[in-house]
Structure formats: structure tokens, C-alpha cells
């Protein structure tokens, strides 16, 4: 079964308003959390991560919350703009694991004006 | 300029032949991983090298095998090509003992 699960494969938000990105996943040992943003045809960039140790992180716009004990952590982006518009992938990772990050299948935020 | 490198961007393939995908990143990562991304599939990772050695591997096919000639390279060599490899291979590098895991443009291969 699939490790990291986006169970919403898409989103349309208003230009202004608030995007919020779930991702749920099943193996105990993910220690590392991340958000990347990818564009059609381009490669994955990352946009923000936690270590498990932490439940918050805040960058400008972007906020990720952790949920251990629910194993699910989401991504809140304020103030949407057009250039948001993007497929948003999450991923998770355990040191344990070679450092390989397990994605989810992504989900596709389109901002309307 | 460009800190991961992958040549060539696109490469056509006949089944049964081999290539060679290359990386070289100039971020002084001293980790490197190679993914895959598969038409509706997600992003699925393959291996990852750590100071040019072998830390996972999760691609069941021989036919996968990474090379590191440099301590800044991770080349791809794959053998036996089949329609199914067809996928766009992305290599990506990170600073151990750090987690963060970052991307190349992709080496989009078909194979037909």
C-alpha cells in the first residue's frame, strides 16, 4: 500500500484566501517531514520540512503542521497568489531509510482571481 | 547557473539497448539519490549514495546500476531498456547529516 497518502487531488483556492494541503502516512519510524511544489515538465523544488521533534514551522506564507500521533501533517499557504498555482507534493522520510523520501501523489492547487 | 546538472534532458531508446544517465552537482552535497517519476505514478526513489557508497536501495531490477566516479557524481547506468522504464529520472543531493533533498531538471527517457 502507499506509505504517503494526499487524499485530495485537488484544491482550488481564491486569490487572497488561504490553500490548506493534507498528507497522511503509516510508517512509525518517518522522522522528516517536507512540501515540495512542482510545475508541469520541471523538477520537484522543496518549499518547507520539519524534523519530527517539531509540530510548527513557519515560513513567510507557508506553515506545516506535524501531527505524530495522528501521523498526518499538512501545509497551510496564506495570502494565495496566481503563481501558487502548482502541483504540491509531500514527502516523508526516516534516517533509518537511506534518507529516502516517500511521496505522495500530489495534489493540484489552482488559485482563481 | 545550474547546481545539479543532468545530461542528456531527453533521450529516446530502443528496447533492449543500454544507457547512461549523468548527474553532477556543485552544491558540495556529499549525498545523492536518484527518483523516478512514471506517467500517473508518484515520485518513487531508487537509491541513495552517501560519500560515494551505497546507502539504499530500493529498485528490485539489476538492470539499475548507479555509478559515482566522483565524490560530486551519481550517473545511472541502465541496461536491458525496456518500454517500461520509459519515466522521467530525476537525481537530487543533500548535505549529510542534513535531511533536506534537493532536485535536478530530470533526464526524461523513452523508450520504444
Known amino acids: 500500500g502507499q506509505q504517503v497518502k494526499q487524499s485530495s487531488p485537488s484544491l482550488t483556492v481564491q486569490e487572497g484566501g488561504i490553500s490548506i494541503l493534507n498528507c497522511d502516512y503509516e510508517?512509525?519510524?518517518?522522522?522528516?517531514f517536507a512540501w515540495y511544489k512542482k510545475y508541469p515538465d520541471n523538477s520537484p523544488t522543496l518549499l518547507i520540512s520539519?524534523?519530527?521533534?517539531?509540530d510548527k514551522r513557519e515560513d513567510g506564507r507557508l506553515t506545516v503542521f506535524l501531527n505524530k500521533s495522528g501521523k498526518h501533517f499538512s501545509l497551510h499557504i496564506t495570502a494565495s497568489q496566481p503563481e501558487d498555482t502548482a502541483v504540491y507534493l509531500c514527502?516523508?522520510?526516516?534516517?533509518?531509510?537511506?534518507?529516502?523520501?516517500?511521496f505522495g501523489t500530489g495534489t493540484t492547487v489552482s488559485v482563481s482571481p | 547557473d545550474p547546481k545539479i546538472i543532468q545530461k542528456p534532458k531527453y533521450l529516446v531508446a530502443v528496447t533492449g539497448s543500454e544507457k547512461i544517465l549523468i548527474c553532477e552537482q556543485y552544491?558540495?552535497?556529499?549525498?545523492m539519490y536518484w527518483y523516478r517519476q512514471s506517467a500517473k505514478k508518484p515520485l518513487e526513489f531508487m537509491f541513495s549514495?552517501?560519500?560515494?557508497?551505497?546507502?539504499d536501495n530500493q529498485t528490485a531490477s539489476s538492470r539499475f546500476q548507479p555509478q559515482s566516479s566522483k565524490k560530486n557524481h551519481l550517473d545511472l547506468q541502465i541496461t536491458a531498456l525496456k518500454p517500461d522504464d520509459s519515466a522521467t529520472y530525476f537525481c537530487?543531493?543533500?548535505?549529510?547529516?542534513?535531511?533536506?533533498?534537493?532536485f535536478g531538471p530530470g533526464t526524461r527517457l523513452t523508450v520504444l
Open positions: 537530487a543531493s543533500s548535505q549529510e547529516p542534513l535531511y533536506e533533498q534537493y
Open positions: 510508517n512509525d519510524m518517518f522522522d522528516y
Open positions: 520539519v524534523r519530527s521533534n517539531v
Open positions: 514527502a516523508a522520510g526516516a534516517y533509518q531509510g537511506g534518507r529516502a523520501l516517500i
Open positions: 552544491l558540495g552535497h556529499n549525498a
Open positions: 549514495y552517501s560519500y560515494q557508497k551505497l546507502m
